[in-house]
């Protein structure tokens, strides 16, 4: 589908003809490339995973080495490389005069969310594709003897077998791929976010030891707790969530039931998230970094 996807990116550029060109990750740069060339308007090239580190095996040499390159090539052509993390820019060996950092902190969403009654259960929510590497089955191991736990998933579905496998526990729910607006309806009306990334098998949790994951930013923004196995000093430092290992199933239970038995704690640890969400970690802030590099672009 690229060639129609790019087909349609480039005619929408010709239509509306902006000065500045913002192409977000490699399947978005080739027509945006194509298009400053075509206007001499300037690109600026977002990078928020390395497609080569986070989707290609290593192993795979050749076609390893064919997509950093060609990472590289338009990295190095683009006006401005912004990346979400010091560690992902320091990647790159061919930049642009001009590069900055702007993070994927998440836009605020949970204005108008009302704050879930009380009534004795805990709602554990998991937002992402449902395939292994994700500890979906070590959650399911985890709560499957529970009472008054409830675990929710909603993402694209990638491995019906292991969805088969999953719903055979009775309080996990499988609640499809949403809409925006339904997706974080979801996450704000939950008591917490799991977000276990395989630190062996899934080749995206490279990606997150290079960068912090929009799931850790989504749980401040909702003022829930999170439990997971990456970003640990942020998430310790903040307080906002428990950090747990992967493959642990008694540290992933007990994290479950600390949450589900001590509601006190739970909303202090949301509380924390969403005050450094406000202070710090959200999109507010940083699209004004954004601005000041559209404003500069336009003025040379």
Same mark, same amino acid.
């Not at 006006?79 to 900055?100: E, H, M, W, Y």
């Not at 007990?254 to 970690?281: E, M, S, T, V, W």
């Given at each position: 589908y690229f060639p129609v996807f790019w087909t349609w990116i480039l005619l929408n550029l010709l239509r509306y003809r902006p000065g500045i060109v913002h192409a977000c990750d490699l399947d978005t740069i080739l027509p945006c490339y194509i298009?400053?060339?075509?206007?001499?308007?300037?690109?600026?090239?977002?990078?928020?995973?390395?497609?080569?580190?986070?989707f290609i095996?290593?192993?795979?040499?050749?076609?390893?080495?064919?997509?950093?390159?060609?990472?590289?090539?338009?990295?190095?052509?683009?006006?401005v490389l912004i990346a979400v993390g010091k560690n992902i820019l320091n990647t790159f060996q061919k930049r642009p005069l001009r590069c900055s950092i702007v993070t994927n902190y998440a836009e605020d969403h949970s204005l108008d969310?009302?704050?879930?009654?009380?009534? *004795?259960?805990? +709602?554990?929510?998991? %937002?992402?594709?449902?395939?292994? *590497?994700?500890? +979906?089955?070590?959650? %399911?191991l985890a709560i499957t003897e529970m009472d008054n736990v409830e675990f929710f998933m909603f993402g694209p579905l990638v491995d019906k077998k292991l969805l088969d496998e999953l719903l055979n526990t009775k309080n996990i729910t499988y609640k499809g791929f949403l809409p925006n607006e339904d997706y974080y309806k979801g996450l704000c009306n939950a008591d917490a976010l799991v977000a276990l990334y395989d630190p062996e098998g899934d080749l995206q949790r490279k990606s997150y030891d290079r960068s912090v994951h929009n799931k850790t930013f989504e749980a401040m923004m909702c003022g829930i707790p999170i439990i997971t196995n990456v970003a640990s000093d942020l998430v310790k430092s903040l307080n906002y969530g428990i950090v747990v290992n992967y493959n642990e199933i008694k540290e992933i239970k007990n994290a479950i039931l600390l949450l589900k038995d001590n509601p006190a704690l739970r909303k202090q640890l949301g509380k924390n998230g969403r005050q450094a969400f406000l202070d710090k970690y959200n999109w507010g802030i940083v699209e004004k970094e954004l601005f000041v590099i559209y404003e500069d672009l336009l003025n040379k």
């Amino acid at each position: 589908y690229f060639p129609v996807f790019w087909t349609w990116i480039l005619l929408n550029l010709l239509r509306y003809r902006p000065g500045i060109v913002h192409a977000c990750d490699l399947d978005t740069i080739l027509p945006c490339y194509i298009y400053k060339i075509m206007f001499h308007s300037k690109l600026v090239f977002d990078v928020f995973d390395r497609y080569a580190m986070t989707f290609i095996p290593i192993n795979h040499k050749i076609l390893y080495r064919v997509v950093n390159e060609i990472e590289e090539y338009f990295c190095k052509r683009s006006d401005v490389l912004i990346a979400v993390g010091k560690n992902i820019l320091n990647t790159f060996q061919k930049r642009p005069l001009r590069c900055s950092i702007v993070t994927n902190y998440a836009e605020d969403h949970s204005l108008d969310i009302v704050e879930r009654a009380e009534d *004795g259960k805990l +709602l554990l929510e998991y %937002a992402g594709p449902v395939k292994q *590497g994700r500890g +979906l089955e070590n959650i %399911a191991l985890a709560i499957t003897e529970m009472d008054n736990v409830e675990f929710f998933m909603f993402g694209p579905l990638v491995d019906k077998k292991l969805l088969d496998e999953l719903l055979n526990t009775k309080n996990i729910t499988y609640k499809g791929f949403l809409p925006n607006e339904d997706y974080y309806k979801g996450l704000c009306n939950a008591d917490a976010l799991v977000a276990l990334y395989d630190p062996e098998g899934d080749l995206q949790r490279k990606s997150y030891d290079r960068s912090v994951h929009n799931k850790t930013f989504e749980a401040m923004m909702c003022g829930i707790p999170i439990i997971t196995n990456v970003a640990s000093d942020l998430v310790k430092s903040l307080n906002y969530g428990i950090v747990v290992n992967y493959n642990e199933i008694k540290e992933i239970k007990n994290a479950i039931l600390l949450l589900k038995d001590n509601p006190a704690l739970r909303k202090q640890l949301g509380k924390n998230g969403r005050q450094a969400f406000l202070d710090k970690y959200n999109w507010g802030i940083v699209e004004k970094e954004l601005f000041v590099i559209y404003e500069d672009l336009l003025n040379k």
